[in-house]
């Protein structure tokens, strides 16, 4: 199930990015645009596969970035936390999920879409 979050900033902001699931492991994003209130990144859509941990649930992150887009796989086993680490610099979490071990289908996963929007003037936070 794919959830979408909107988070209102004082001058960032997210369009596009529309989610499908052509296929029981593959996640799908439309082409999108992150700003930043100074500049705007343009980003072709995309697609990845997830692959499921026999033993342990793995965590997946979209990372919007200077330089475009970046998927992060981290599979919980034992003290792993995923973050995000090195270059480019990143500007957004657009998306995070928690497959569960041994997963064949995202039909049944939480799927967490994070949208920006510009907060309007005298709205309060």
């Known amino acids: 199930m794919v959830t979408e979050e909107n988070i ?3 001058s960032c902001y997210t369009s596009g990015f529309s989610v499908s699931l052509p296929s029981p492991m593959e996640i799908e994003f ?3 645009v992150y700003s930043d209130g100074y ?11 997830v ?6 649930p793995v965590v997946y992150d979209v990372y919007l970035t200077t330089d475009g887009v970046t998927v992060s796989r981290t599979v919980f086993a034992g003290g792993n936390v995923p973050c995000y680490e ?3 610099t990143l500007l957004h979490t657009l998306c995070t999920f928690l497959l569960p071990e041994n997963t064949d289908s995202l039909e049944n996963v939480d799927i967490l879409v994070r949208k920006v929007s510009k907060r309007e003037e005298g709205q309060s936070e």
């Open 86 to 88: 090195g270059e480019p």
């Open 51 to 56: 692959e499921a941990d026999p033993e342990f």
């Open 39 to 49: 500049d705007s990144y343009s980003y072709e859509p995309f697609s990845f596969d």
């Open 30 to 32: 439309s082409e999108g």
């Open 8 to 10: 209102q900033t004082a």
